[in-house]
């Protein structure tokens, strides 16, 4: 059974930081891309960070220069570390675990920390 727990959220103040974690069982997640999500209050899931197989990372605009995500193969586990927090962060954040298989797509989520900044 695959598992993706995220852990890490909570209430910060605007500028504070906060450190999401994933935890994945069931699968190697090294040989997954890996990403974190987010969802606001009336809003569609976007795309926050993405961490590939080798490493590779790619970020949203919003969230250039202050989140970093990260990869602990050896713990089979995905970190979101996130600096600088702004009220527009507000959301759920979801761990994502992406791959192919020749035609075959292995996709999971968690199933979500809440973020909230708020002063």
């Known amino acids: 059974q695959v598992q993706l727990v995220e852990s890490g959220g909570g209430l910060v103040q605007p500028g504070g930081s906060l450190r999401l974690s994933c935890a994945v069982s069931g699968i190697i997640s090294s040989t997954y891309a890996m990403g974190w999500y987010r969802q606001a209050p009336g809003k569609q899931r976007e795309l926050v960070a993405l961490i590939s197989v080798g490493g590779s990372t790619n970020y949203a605009d919003s969230v250039k220069g202050r989140f970093t995500i990260a990869r602990d193969n050896a713990k089979n586990t995905v970190y979101l570390q996130m600096n600088s927090l702004k009220p527009e962060d507000t959301a759920v954040y979801y761990c994502?675990?992406?791959?192919?298989?020749?035609?075959?797509?292995?996709?999971?989520w968690g199933q979500g920390t809440q973020v909230t900044v708020s002063s």
């Open positions: 994502n675990a992406d791959r192919r298989i020749l035609s075959v797509k292995l996709n999971y």
